[in-house]
């Protein structure tokens, strides 16, 4: 009962819409429509590229789906990302209201903070040596201390230790491992080397909670995320385990890192290749005072306008994959297998011209003009399983954004346009946005 789609073989199409996903979406939309019978090294099912079909995937039930054994694999098996139904409930109503709304606030100063150290560091050199600097090296530095910052805050922790096993694990992170899931470590190379950072990383991750549960104890409580997830009770009153808690330190860091390095990287990019777009931004920015709080910086509407155009554009993560625990029926037509995977393809849906006219043009104004619905912008994904960081993500964005805009003047070293490729499970820039620093800006310079 699967509708009509490509007849290629399943590692052919899995391999088409890893390394070319545009196309390959594309591909199938104009050959098919909105739903497409797909075969994957996950199995057979469904692609999902229209936004009312989505919406009836996210609101389905939690316990209808469960997701791939890669997720368990990579972040652990009491990560947010590998948990399903009763499990994943239980776990999103602890978690949800540490990262939303009030909590989120206390963690923005400590993001602009290593925001502005990244960047006095790195653009003051290279505006002195007049180098060429790769905009993803840059933010993925400043995306790794945003994490640092917000997860140990003011506690006494090896901050040096801290980074070097935060990029152990990252760098260890490879596509390949999607490929050896099952094998894992007994002889697939790419799983021996991320399983040999991976027991680095928790080492230093269950020296630094014991240390932080010792010091809890003594009365030297903190409210960075490494307290509020040692602080949290489930409702019969329990903490999460250290395992627990590692295991969504290792969500925060994989799932967070590299996503809000590379969207950093592509804002800026947007705005330096739309002129008149980036003085906008600086203009609203500018009406801030030369020093503005973060908390303002989050509030300037043009400013989410470009991150929401940006993550529309090129988003992050192309698709989100459910596989049915039951049997699932689909715009009243389709019915799919317990077993039978779900693949609502993200890109296709943020790239509709039916939801977003002239969809490949940069237009932050498309979201000043009209309100979205969660099934029409979901960079994020959708339903029970949204992006539990999405607040976050955001508010480093316009912090990060914000700050290089009003504080630097930067052109394009590249005159042809970026192209997306695959980096990990998520998309970026090939050549990593290239610019030049041309120095301060006069009006926001810092001494």
Same mark, same amino acid.
């Given at each position: 009962?699967?509708?009509?789609?490509?007849?290629?073989?399943?590692?052919?199409?899995?391999?088409?819409?890893?390394?070319?996903?545009?196309?390959? +979406?594309?591909?199938?939309?104009?050959?098919?429509?909105?739903?497409?019978?797909?075969?994957?090294?996950?199995?057979?099912?469904?692609?999902?590229?229209?936004?009312?079909?989505?919406?009836?995937?996210?609101?389905?039930?939690?316990?209808?789906?469960?997701?791939?054994?890669?997720?368990?694999?990579?972040?652990?098996?009491?990560?947010?990302?590998?948990?399903?139904?009763?499990?994943?409930?239980?776990?999103?109503?602890?978690?949800?209201?540490?990262?939303?709304?009030?909590?989120?606030?206390?963690?923005?100063?400590?993001?602009?903070?290593?925001?502005?150290?990244?960047?006095?560091?790195?653009?003051?050199?290279?505006?002195?040596?007049?180098?060429?600097?790769?905009?993803?090296?840059?933010?993925?530095?400043?995306?790794?201390?945003?994490?640092?910052?917000?997860?140990?805050?003011?506690?006494?922790?090896?901050?040096?230790?801290?980074?070097?096993?935060?990029?152990?694990?990252?760098?260890?992170?490879?596509?390949?491992?999607?490929?050896?899931?099952?094998?894992?470590?007994?002889?697939?190379?790419?799983?021996?080397?991320?399983?040999?950072?991976?027991?680095?990383?928790?080492?230093?991750?269950?020296?630094?909670?014991?240390?932080?549960?010792?010091?809890?104890?003594?009365?030297?409580?903190?409210?960075?995320?490494?307290?509020?997830?040692?602080?949290?009770?489930?409702?019969?009153?329990?903490?999460?385990?250290?395992?627990?808690?590692?295991?969504?330190?290792?969500?925060?860091?994989?799932?967070?890192?590299?996503?809000?390095?590379?969207?950093?990287?592509?804002?800026?990019?947007?705005?330096?290749?739309?002129?008149?777009?980036?003085?906008?931004?600086?203009?609203?920015?500018?009406?801030?005072?030369?020093?503005?709080?973060?908390?303002?910086?989050?509030?300037?509407?043009?400013?989410?306008?470009?991150?929401?155009?940006?993550?529309?554009?090129?988003?992050? +993560?192309?698709?989100?994959?459910?596989?049915?625990?039951?049997?699932?029926?689909?715009?009243?037509?389709?019915?799919?297998?317990?077993?039978?995977?779900?693949?609502?393809?993200?890109?296709?849906?943020?790239?509709?011209?039916?939801?977003?006219?002239?969809?490949?043009?940069?237009?932050?104004?498309?979201?000043?003009?009209?309100?979205?619905?969660?099934?029409?912008?979901?960079?994020?994904?959708?339903?029970?399983?949204?992006?539990?960081?999405?607040?976050?993500?955001?508010?480093?964005?316009?912090?990060?954004?914000?700050?290089?805009?009003?504080?630097?003047?930067?052109?394009?070293?590249?005159?042809?346009?970026?192209?997306?490729?695959?980096?990990?499970?998520?998309?970026?820039?090939?050549?990593?946005?290239?610019?030049?620093?041309?120095?301060?800006?006069?009006?926001?310079?810092?001494?």
């Amino acid at each position: 009962m699967l509708p009509p789609g490509p007849r290629s073989p399943a590692f052919w199409q899995t391999y088409r819409f890893v390394t070319a996903p545009e196309v390959f +979406v594309d591909d199938l939309r104009a050959r098919y429509g909105d739903v497409v019978g797909v075969k994957s090294l996950v199995g057979r099912g469904v692609a999902v590229l229209d936004a009312g079909l989505a919406r009836e995937v996210f609101a389905a039930p939690p316990e209808t789906f469960t997701v791939v054994s890669l997720f368990e694999a990579l972040f652990g098996p009491h990560s947010v990302i590998a948990v399903s139904g009763a499990a994943h409930k239980k776990l999103r109503k602890l978690l949800n209201p540490q990262f939303h709304g009030a909590q989120v606030k206390g963690f923005l100063a400590a993001m602009q903070r290593a925001i502005r150290r990244n960047l006095d560091d790195a653009f003051d050199a290279a505006a002195k040596s007049g180098e060429v600097v790769r905009l993803t090296d840059v933010t993925q530095a400043m995306a790794l201390d945003v994490i640092i910052e917000t997860v140990f805050g003011a506690a006494p922790v090896d901050r040096d230790a801290a980074r070097a096993a935060l990029r152990g694990i990252t760098h260890g992170f490879s596509p390949m491992l999607a490929v050896g899931t099952a094998l894992h470590e007994r002889w697939f190379p790419p799983w021996r080397r991320f399983t040999r950072v991976r027991d680095a990383f928790d080492r230093f991750v269950y020296g630094a909670i014991a240390d932080r549960r010792a010091r809890a104890a003594a009365g030297d409580a903190r409210d960075d995320v490494l307290g509020v997830l040692l602080g949290a009770r489930y409702e019969d009153g329990s903490p999460m385990t250290d395992v627990e808690v590692r295991d969504q330190l290792v969500t925060l860091l994989l799932a967070g890192h590299e996503t809000s390095a590379t969207a950093m990287a592509w804002c800026l990019y947007f705005l330096l290749r739309h002129p008149s777009a980036l003085a906008r931004l600086r203009a609203d920015v500018d009406a801030l005072g030369e020093s503005p709080a973060p908390e303002a910086l989050t509030k300037v509407r043009y400013l989410d306008a470009v991150v929401s155009e940006t993550l529309r554009i090129e988003p992050i +993560v192309t698709d989100v994959v459910r596989i049915c625990r039951e049997p699932f029926t689909l715009g009243g037509r389709w019915e799919l297998p317990k077993g039978g995977i779900v693949a609502v393809f993200l890109m296709s849906i943020l790239r509709d011209a039916r939801i977003f006219a002239d969809p490949h043009a940069f237009k932050p104004e498309r979201f000043l003009e009209k309100k979205f619905s969660a099934s029409e912008f979901l960079p994020f994904g959708g339903g029970a399983r949204r992006c539990l960081g999405a607040a976050f993500a955001e508010a480093e964005l316009a912090i990060a954004v914000a700050e290089i805009v009003s504080g630097w003047e930067l052109s394009l070293a590249d005159s042809a346009p970026e192209r997306s490729v695959r980096r990990n499970l998520t998309m970026g820039p090939k050549r990593g946005v290239r610019v030049r620093v041309n120095g301060r800006r006069g009006a926001r310079a810092r001494t």
